[in-house]
């Protein structure tokens, strides 16, 4: 072999690893920032994953993507956030209203898609729903306002019902909303509600101590990603102490709570997934309209009924999306 034809060869070997991870660092980077853990929020990851599919997008074969999350502590989303803005990533995806918040302080030109249970107009992450306008779009399930049904199916489970119970988070950026909208629903059902605050799983032991005390016929858990990682110890915990609970997460049925209700959780993050595909393709943030999420679940543990000595109502249950036996 001549000498000129060697060096090209063994030129040529090393460089296509080059090759292969100038190419590897080349790919568009989606930054996704969580309020939850990754392990608790899987559903919904997959539901994301399985968005960017359908645009086209299957992660480190076009896309690769960098993930901060808070593990329930919303303090450490602004941090978080400036770590992807440094990283200058092409698009950050933002999990939760508390992130969605995090994300815009931290920038207003890299495209922002959120997803989160209030309406965005309201909390002013966009200037309307059809034309959002700046850097941020993304879907809702608008959890919040369907918030006082959770009481209205409660009290129709437990019809006998005086004195019920609303756990809050009182970190969430939702929690003043949630605290009012509910309020307002009692009264209309002619209901004592009682407010129990919880931010760590410390405050649980407090908190079903309280419920015991006070002899609340009923809890109702409000949507939020700390209550949705801990769902099924509040599940355990609610059967346990023998008190009839509504959450806005499906999985809080499924682990043994008594009821859930709220909006499709999965479909407002496919949708998310759809329109960071749709971003990273070069349409605009400012161009694509918020989509909101209008499927409603509603989920009846009847096993749970049973053994709180509940006799769900036929009419409840003829309205339930699924029954759990």
Do not use: C
Not at 52 to 78: C, F, H, K, S, T
Not at 223 to 237: E, I, K, M
């Amino acid at each position: 072999m001549k000498r000129r034809e060697f060096i090209t060869l063994v030129g040529g070997a090393v460089a296509w690893p080059l090759t292969a991870r100038a190419q590897q660092s080349a790919l568009p980077v989606i930054g996704l920032l969580g309020s939850a853990t990754a392990s608790e929020w899987t559903p919904y990851v997959g539901a994301f994953h399985q968005g960017l599919r359908d645009a086209g997008y299957v992660e480190d074969r076009n896309v690769a993507i960098e993930a901060r999350w808070a593990n329930g502590q919303y303090d450490r989303l602004p941090a978080m956030a400036a770590e992807l803005v440094q990283r200058q990533v092409t698009v950050i995806v933002a999990f939760s209203t508390p992130a969605a918040h995090a994300a815009k302080a931290a920038t207003a030109t890299i495209p922002i898609v959120f997803t989160t249970n209030r309406d965005p107009v309201q909390i002013g992450l966009v200037a309307s729903l059809n034309r959002p306008g700046g850097n941020m779009t993304g879907s809702t399930d608008l959890d919040v306002e369907v918030g006082p049904k959770l009481l209205e199916l409660l009290h129709e489970a437990v019809p006998t019902a005086k004195i019920m119970a609303l756990l809050v988070n009182p970190t969430n950026f939702n929690a003043e909303t949630q605290l009012r909208s509910l309020q307002v629903a009692a009264r209309t059902l002619g209901l004592q509600l009682h407010v129990l605050n919880a931010s760590t799983e410390r405050d649980f032991d407090t908190v079903f101590a309280t419920l015991r005390q006070m002899r609340a016929d009923g809890l109702v858990v409000v949507s939020d990603v700390f209550f949705n990682t801990q769902r099924r110890q509040l599940a355990t915990l609610t059967i346990r102490h023998a008190v009839p609970a509504i959450s806005q997460n499906r999985e809080f049925a499924a682990a043994g709570g008594l009821m859930s209700y709220s909006g499709s959780i999965r479909d407002s993050y496919h949708q998310a997934g759809i329109y960071t595909g749709r971003i990273l393709k070069g349409e605009k943030p400012a161009d694509l309209p918020v989509v909101q999420s209008t499927k409603l679940e509603l989920i009846i543990n009847l096993k749970t009924a049973k053994a709180l000595g509940l006799t769900v109502p036929p009419t409840l249950l003829t309205s339930a999306d699924e029954v759990m036996e």
